[in-house]
């Protein structure tokens, strides 16, 4: 009963061992020129790379090929493109100056959204409860003749 | 009610002016400044911008800068190993080198979004003995609103810009630098 649990303790570590490096074998082997390129941008066309034609972008590829081929993985490509072009070749918005608006203005937007329906919401509520749906109006006997004459003839 | 009702669209409105209005003024202030270009149009001599940043000096340790070359007639010239033109210029600018170590004057490579051993490779097919420093970022030439290659710079003595070339340089400007040299 004792060695029971620890056997299945040590099956259980032996399977998420194997899956992690089976993960980091997939990951690593799927390290790929298309898969950088849409990550990064073409640091003179300002575009990402996997769409850009020019002699930087060109040279841009060639040297990723290099990186890949030399085993180097994914976030050592992107480091290596850091330590030559500067962060802008993530593509992602500086932290100061104009950029900071790349990550303000959601934030402002989401909050703006949230304080509309704050003001919104009571007087759409309020007005659903003042005024609730017409009762139904029964209809006329001439109105159901007119039904009954139209239903046979559909039939 | 009314009041309220008037107010939401008047704020979404100016919201989205407001959204719209700041997309433009992202737009262009991406675009490469020409006010260096304005002022020597106009006669004006205006500082070399960023003169004291220090730079990574390509093909060698430590680090460079323009400040460095104060009180010499300096040609800048920002250039890349994968732009054509830069390669056509390279001898020209190497000859001028020659020319102005003798009168107190130097030229200065700086490259532009380039790979550091791309850059030294150029520097050894094209003999080039002049100092050459490295701008990864592009944020120095950003400062001389450079945004194609090749251009240049003359520099006088006191570090103010006299001639721009946006493009491949010719030897007359090469000539105008030597003789400012010469003659100052």
Redesign the interface.
Known sequence: MRGRPARLLRAFLACVVLAAATAGASQAASVSLPTIERQVMC??C?IPLNVAQS??A???RE?IRTLIAEGHDESEIKDALV??????VLGLPQTHG?DL?AYL?PVV?VV?LIA?LA??LP?WRRRSTASPAEPSRPISSEESARLESDLARFD | MTVRRRLIPILVSLAGACLIGLLVYGISTQAASRTLDEQVARGEQPPAPDATRALPVLGGTGTGSLAALKGKVVILNFWASWCAPCQEEAPLLEGAQKTLLQHGGSVLGVTYKDITSDSERFMREFHLTYPNLRDGGGSFASSYGTDQLPESFIINRRGNIVEISRGEIAAPFVQRAIALAEST
């Open positions: 640091v003179t300002k002699p930087q060109n040279r841009e040297y330590v030559q072009y500067s962060s802008a104009f608006a203005v937007v703006g509309l003001f919104l007087s």
